[in-house]
């Protein structure tokens, strides 16, 4: 007998106590512990400072001019024009703002409204493990297969793992979700191994769903290189973005999906029956703010120092650190310091140092072996005020053993 989708949603993300009962997410059940105990917050990743005061003041203008009724479901045009825009000029890439954009409530909808549309029972996704929780949570809801492919632990950083990339495909493939840059690791992938995907994609006819929401926040001069600019793979990739991380908004919920008109059709016909449409005064606000290419760039530069204050943190607290060429996020080794078990770890640390970080094994699938390679592994967000993160280091020093 098949279980309720809700049921497996919550099994497809570690949620379902053997008793039945649900558990909040890991971000919401870390940020309440915060709450609790007074810790700092550096679980769930969202900006301490709010994006630029302009774009507030847009959105301000746009409600007191009346934008307060439904947009249109594919989002208004001024902003499908300026998705457009922006992935023409950031990549090349010639997207119709008309037959090829839908604005969404943000990424997770476009990610959650893919699969629905395009997948089902019988069906295979491959993600990279660890994944985000939602794209599990999604495949779930949509009665699809979730296979992985394990990102592996390699010098500072992680690799994806090639071989098993290509022995996970079956042809029952039917969609490759890619994440990159990669939430909870940090990790870009690089051309090379987006090739390897795209390769794949096209060998078993597969649609590529790609979550690009961190694609302007890398460091290094290391370059985001979207799947949709790979020979061939236009034509069948649907790109995810949004503006939430890109702009500091992450509550306004303004994301998109772009990609051709055919696969458009299918997503816009499953999204217009979730939300139907959303933020009217935020669309107009972040069609302004796309034109904008300094407030992003400013945002990855000041971000990038603050990973170095953070990782210098972790290191002299004695964690063991991989150095991550993108997002939110820094991924840190607690076995250095005696503590095998992340989880664990992560409900003892308010208590041990004052911090909160997530578990990376809540994204990863109970029991898996990448779970297990990542057992010790816990994440921190760097994207909170510098103060903020060299409290956040003094106090994780109380756990160096010296
Ligand atoms: N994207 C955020 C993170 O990874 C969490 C968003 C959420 O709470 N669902 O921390």
Known sequence: MSSPRWQDAARATGLLAPDGRVA????????A???????????????????????????????????????????IPELRRAIADHQARHYGLAVDPDAEVLVTTGATEAIAASLLALVGPGDEVITLEPFYDSHAAGIAMAGATHVRVPLVPDGSTFRLDLDALRAAASPRTRMILVNSPH????????????????????????VVLTDEVYEHLVFDGVAHVPVATLPGMAERTLTVSSSGKTFSFTGWKIGWVHGPAHLITAVRTVKQFLTYTSGAPFQPAIAQALADDDTPRALASSLASRRDLLLEGLETAGFGVSVPAGTYFVVADGGPLGFADGADLCRRLPELAGVV???????????????????????????KREEVLREAATRLARLSPS
């Open 24 to 31: 909040a997410t890991i971000f919401a059940e870390m940020s």
């Open 33 to 75: 512990l915060a709450a609790r105990t007074g810790a700092i917050n550096l679980g769930q990743g969202f900006p301490d400072v709010d994006g630029p005061d302009y774009v507030k003041a847009a959105a301000i203008t746009a409600i007191r001019e009346g934008r307060n009724q439904y947009p249109p479901g594919d989002g």
């Open 183 to 206: 939430n909870p690791t940090g990790t870009v992938l690089t051309r090379a191994e987006l090739e390897a995907v795209a390769q794949v994609a096209r060998e078993r006819d597969a």
């Open 357 to 383: 970080a997530v578990p990376v094994s809540a994204f990863c699938a109970a029991g898996s072996p990448t779970a297990d390679a990542f057992r010790s592994r816990i994440r921190f967000t760097f994207v």
